[in-house]
Structure formats: structure tokens, C-alpha cells
């Protein structure tokens, strides 16, 4: 079993920040890939930012230049800091990561239940 347990969601103001945080457990053998995705009511989910073991980074257009995405040194744990949020950052934030249980067997796709960002004006 595995398991991404996400923290730090809350209600903010425009041009505020907040720091998510995902930590993954379980049965793990490897870590590739770790992200953010947010869905907001009525829309469908979409990619925030994501990392992948060797650290390279990927943005939404969105969020280049507010968001920032980073692991620790045990690639266990990402997180996202979000600076100048807007309230159309508003939205659930799932963690999501790709992992590897035994060897030899293809790694697959993990979700967190997610954390709620409201961002008021």
C-alpha cells in the first residue's frame, strides 16, 4: 500500500502565500516523479508543477514565477510554494507521484485526496 498524505491548504488572501506539503509512505522502492495538479469546481483537473528524481521541473503557464515545486533529500516528500496567489489559484490540490513498489514491475501513478487553497480577493 501507499499512501500521499498532503497538508497545508487554507484560505488566503490575494498576493498572500501558502506552502503545500505531500509526504508518500507505504511500500515504496523508488520515487520517478512527484507533482501538484488542482482541480477547481466545474473544471477539469489540470498540471500545476511537477518534479521528477533528477530534480528537473515543469510549470503551468499559470503559475511560472509564483510557484515553486521542491522535494527533500529523501525524494519522499514534495512540496509547493505558492507566492502572489490569485483567486483563481482557488482550487483542491492533489499530490500526485510515481512509484515504483518491485523490482522489475512498471511503476504507477499515485494520488493524494487533496487539499483545499481558497484564495479570496
Known amino acids: 500500500q501507499v499512501r500521499l498524505a498532503e497538508s497545508g491548504g487554507g484560505l488566503v488572501q490575494a498576493g498572500g502565500s501558502l506552502r503545500l506539503s505531500c509526504a508518500a509512505s507505504g511500500n515504496i522502492l523508488s520515487i520517478d516523479a512527484m507533482g501538484w495538479y488542482r482541480q477547481a469546481p466545474g473544471n477539469q483537473r489540470e498540471l500545476v508543477a511537477t518534479?521528477?528524481?533528477?530534480?528537473?521541473?515543469n510549470y503551468a503557464d499559470s503559475v511560472k514565477g509564483r510557484f515553486t515545486i521542491s522535494r527533500d533529500n529523501a525524494k519522499t516528500s514534495v512540496y509547493l510554494q505558492m507566492n502572489s496567489l490569485k483567486p483563481e489559484d482557488t482550487a483542491v490540490y492533489h499530490c500526485?507521484?510515481?512509484?515504483?513498489?518491485?523490482?522489475?514491475?512498471?511503476?504507477?501513478?499515485?494520488w493524494g485526496q487533496g487539499t483545499q487553497v481558497t484564495v479570496s480577493s
Open positions: 518534479i521528477t528524481s533528477g530534480g528537473s521541473t
Open positions: 500526485n507521484a510515481l512509484i515504483g513498489q518491485w523490482p522489475g514491475l512498471m511503476s504507477q501513478n499515485y
